[in-house]
């Protein structure tokens, strides 16, 4: 028998595993909660220099950083707004957009993403997205809103229409502290 030695992805890992074997060096991506830019940055080298990522946060601060941190990717557009509002800054089909629901480590745990500006947010990406394409979403739900941010979530990505859209959920539910669960959405084609 052969010998494992990597563990299970984490939901993180996963998302990352999933875009990149969908997203294509010429592509759009969106990254709707930018945070820290790790996504941000993930997806900048898959698409390359001939693709284009354009990213959203409202904490100014984390805009300002990951401009300093990702100066030398031109294909990167970051905007200081919410990602409700992210179809006002996108007018081509992307092929993937990332979501990271929650806070940003090391800010202000009240700063958080909401219910409602999430799936107005999902809704307008769903729409714009490309066929096959894919959305990304992880949640940590441990925080004060969160478990209600995930419910909302799971319920408005649960009535996607089949014929449309696959929703697929990765979980881990032995694992104490309330880990991040995983939320995919693909666009049939």
Known sequence: MKELSARLPRAVEMAHLLIRSRLCSGDLAVDATVGNGHDTEKLAELV?????VIG???QESAIA???KKLKDYTQV???HTGHQNLAQ???NSPTVGMFNLGYLPGSDKSTITRPETTIEALEQLCGLLRKHGLITIVIYAGHEGG???SSAVEKWTSELDQIEFTVVKYTFVNQR????SLIVIEKKG
């Open 77 to 79: 557009e970051l905007y």
């Open 48 to 52: 390359g220099p001939e693709g284009c």
């Open 89 to 91: 800054y996108i007018s």
């Open 147 to 149: 478990a209600e941010e």
């Open 56 to 58: 959203f946060d409202i």
């Open 65 to 67: 950083e990951v401009r």
């Open 177 to 180: 502290n309330t880990p991040p």
